[in-house]
């Protein structure tokens, strides 16, 4: 079975992640490990603990077939590289399981500037997320050398190859955002449309973000 994890702060955890989430298990026939990051390298230190985000995103995501929270970066510590936790599942699942790494268009034009991203690249498929403002046919020079022959149209593709090829996933249009969640948050604006029910009660229950 294709195993893909998704990072990143989840801070909180809405419902455009949950969905994306979904419909990735849906489109793909695969098992989604949501992976909230410790450190993130490429944004600002979260808000909320790593313990509470985990907490919400587990709450988030309760009941859910196929999504499972999985907090190895909160145990490991130290700056959340990708290229960390893809060599972990790696090893955990063995040389010739399938595994990828699902990203947004946004993350995907920056992967040039992550660490050992070619080396990423070796270990995971990507499955990049398409979003708005982000075309994917105007990619930087280093992409489109080092992602030649690797694009798939077909899901069942990863399915047969443990790493290396690059799918679009069209997840549908989320307009959520953590950023504008944090800011409807501080400023009493209306927020609790925008995340699972038990994950508003607990941001409530512990006075996180200004609650």
């Known amino acids: 079975m294709l195993s893909l994890f998704y990072g990143g702060t989840f801070d909180p955890v809405h419902l455009g992640h949950v969905a994306l989430a979904r419909a990735a298990v849906a489109a793909l026939r695969a098992e989604v490990r949501l992976v909230p990051a410790a450190d993130p390298p490429h944004r600002a230190v979260p808000s909320a603990s790593a313990e509470h985000r985990a907490r919400m995103l587990a709450l988030a995501i ?87 022959g690797r694009w798939c149209e077909q899901g069942e593709d990863l399915h047969r190859l443990p790493a290396g090829l690059v799918f679009v996933l069209d997840a549908g249009s989320y307009p959520q955002s953590s950023s504008v969640l944090r800011e409807r948050l501080r400023e009493n604006g209306d927020w609790q449309p925008m995340v699972p029910a038990a994950v508003a009660d607990y941001i409530r229950e512990n006075h996180l973000y200004g609650r």
């Open 62 to 148: 309760a009941g859910e077939p196929g999504l499972r929270v999985d907090e190895r970066e909160l145990r490991r510590g130290g700056p959340s590289w990708s290229v960390l936790t893809a060599l972990e599942l790696r090893e955990e699942l063995g040389d010739h399981a399938p595994l990828g790494m699902v990203l947004g268009a946004d993350a995907f034009l920056g992967l040039p500037s992550w660490r050992l991203w070619r080396e990423l690249i070796a270990l995971v498929h990507l499955v990049v997320v398409a979003r708005p403002g982000y075309p994917l046919d105007a990619l930087p020079e280093p992409l489109i050398q080092a992602l030649d």
